[in-house]
């Protein structure tokens, strides 16, 4: 928890100086700060059950340089020392990332993010080393580029992302020690619906296309996985003029086929959380 703190710190401190740096008398918009602070009842990420059932919060803010760029971070972590539990299963989860955004457009925005899951207590054969991007590291790059039509009229977004680089690896045999990069990628597609009473409904489908490397845990290994089925419901509440607080539920289904690597948490995920945004 130490490591992760400082390096938040560090990685908030370079953020800043570096976006000093690069802002130019042409600058559109004001420099700000966008942060959030979610509290949930667990971690699902695209169909992946990470950390258990146990609550999680998750810092994440993103800085507007300019109309255009923006660089940002995110962070979970559910307060569990052990990596596992006393059956195998996942126990103790942190995550942070770091991110580059670019609006190539008013629909296409493409992003660099670097993954960082360093494990919750020491583990054989694995190593918590930052800027480790070998088959023993805890980090990965995913290239994202996220079609969102919303200024368009069009409340639909689709997002396109492939890990570059880092612990994506697949092994020919058993001989094979050093492996090849995967490529693995996930294609997502959301739809947000403007409902009575204030709220919002966002059904999505989202899919892993090339699972050769078991990057993604809980999907198939040899085909496309449907992994990622499900509808987030969500209400704003505003506290005052800077701060809102987004109440939500998000309800997942993993439809891989693989039954086995959907073990212990099965095929569906009901997730209730809140938002506090700044």
Not at 4 to 26: G, N, P
Not at 235 to 250: A, D, G, R, V
Request: proline share 3%.
């Amino acid at each position: 928890m130490k490591k992760v703190v400082i390096i938040l710190a560090f990685m908030l401190t370079s953020t800043v100086t570096f976006a000093q740096e690069i802002v130019s008398d042409t600058l559109k918009v004001e420099k700000k700060w966008d942060i959030n602070l979610d509290i949930a009842s667990r971690y699902i990420w695209r169909g992946q059950s990470w950390g258990g059932n146990y609550p999680v919060a998750q810092l994440y803010g993103n800085y507007n340089v300019n109309d255009k760029f923006s660089v940002g971070f995110w962070t979970t972590h559910n307060f569990k020392k052990a990596y596992y539990d006393a059956n195998g299963a996942s126990k103790g989860y942190q995550e942070l990332d770091l991110i580059l955004n670019y609006a190539v457009s008013d629909f296409l925005t493409v992003s660099v993010q670097d993954y960082y899951w360093p494990s919750t207590d020491k583990q054989e054969g694995v190593s918590n080393d930052f800027f480790n991007f070998g088959n023993d590291g805890s980090q990965s790059i995913d290239l994202q580029f996220l079609f969102d039509f919303s200024e368009k009229g069009v409340p639909i977004w689709f997002t396109l992302s492939t890990l570059v680089a880092g612990n994506d690896f697949r092994y020919k045999d058993d001989n094979d020690v050093k492996g090849k990069q995967n490529f693995t990628t996930y294609v997502e597609l959301g739809y947000k619906i403007e409902a009575p009473l204030g709220l919002s409904v966002s059904p999505v489908v989202g899919a892993v296309l090339n699972n050769k490397a078991g990057y993604y845990s809980y999907a198939d290994y040899d085909k496309p996985s449907f992994v990622n089925l499900g509808c987030k419901v969500s209400k704003e509440i505003k506290l005052n003029k800077s701060i809102t607080m987004p109440i939500w539920l998000n309800y997942t289904y993993n439809a891989a086929s693989n039954k086995a690597n959907l073990e212990p948490f099965g095929k569906q995920f009901l997730v209730a959380g809140v938002t506090f945004s700044y």
